[in-house]
């Protein structure tokens, strides 16, 4: 089955730095892609959602970067700041067409944000 | 419009009891799910219905750990009985075809 792997684990970076964090994926067939947000007590907060067809997609503060063909999605946080301390996620469905399927998450990455 | 809602919030248990935990999806979706989300193994599929039928059991919980959707408006996690091993978060989630998953606020759950 789908095997997610994401780096790192843990992440701290100061105000104004950037945040890299990746995943990779198995399944070639993989057709949705995920980034979570989880804040402390908190359920999981979507922040993007990319579909096979999207490479880059830009929200508020962070751009997401998905290569297929290396099977890797990629969240950038640039010019981070202390409400971004969090615990990120990464989910992939391996379903397509007009399911969407059950998730499968990365073990997800906890970011600090030192002001 | 609301989201997913999940009862209770927290759940302290004695070994051996009992647990059952509730869910209710979004309006109108059809595909439900419940996680369990532990520090150490992250986030686990439990279970995983599509318009009321189970599409999907996680091997490892199927002894102890039952979930069932009575109607397409409301789901229940039983753990029978329950163990020490079990104190984790549950997270109940519902989507649409092709519609991102929201997640309900998630049930902790202490077993003592």
């Known amino acids: 089955g789908e095997q997610v792997e994401q780096r790192p684990p843990h992440l701290s970076v100061r105000e104004g730095d950037s945040a890299f964090i990746t995943c990779t994926y198995t399944d070639p067939n993989s057709y949705y892609f995920f980034w979570y947000k989880q804040e402390p007590g908190a359920s999981l907060q979507l922040l993007m959602k990319v579909f096979s067809s999207t490479e880059i997609n830009e929200g508020q503060g962070f751009t997401v970067l998905l290569n297929k063909k290396d099977k890797r999605l990629s969240l950038n946080l640039t010019a981070a700041h202390p409400g971004d301390s969090a615990a990120y996620f990464c989910?992939?469905?391996?379903?397509?067409?007009?399911?969407?399927?059950?998730?499968?998450f990365g073990a997800g990455t906890q970011l600090i944000v030192i002001p | 419009d609301a989201g997913v809602t999940q009862t209770p919030r927290h759940e302290v248990a004695e070994k051996g009891q009992t647990i059952i935990l509730k869910c209710e999806p979004v309006?109108?979706?059809?595909?439900l799910f419940w996680y369990r989300q532990t520090k150490i193994q992250g986030l686990e599929l439990l279970s995983y219905f599509r318009s009321k039928s189970l599409m999907e059991d996680g091997g490892a919980f199927k002894d102890r750990f039952k979930a069932e959707m009575l109607n397409s408006s409301f789901s229940t996690l039983k753990i029978q009985p329950t163990e020490p091993k079990d104190s984790a978060v549950y997270l109940c989630?519902?989507?649409?075809?092709?519609?991102?998953?929201?997640f309900g606020k998630g049930t902790r759950l202490t077993v003592v």
């Open positions: 989630a519902s989507s649409s075809y092709r519609e991102e998953v929201f």
């Open positions: 989910a992939v469905s391996a379903l397509g067409g007009s399911a969407l399927g059950r998730l499968h």
């Open positions: 309006s109108g979706h059809n595909d």
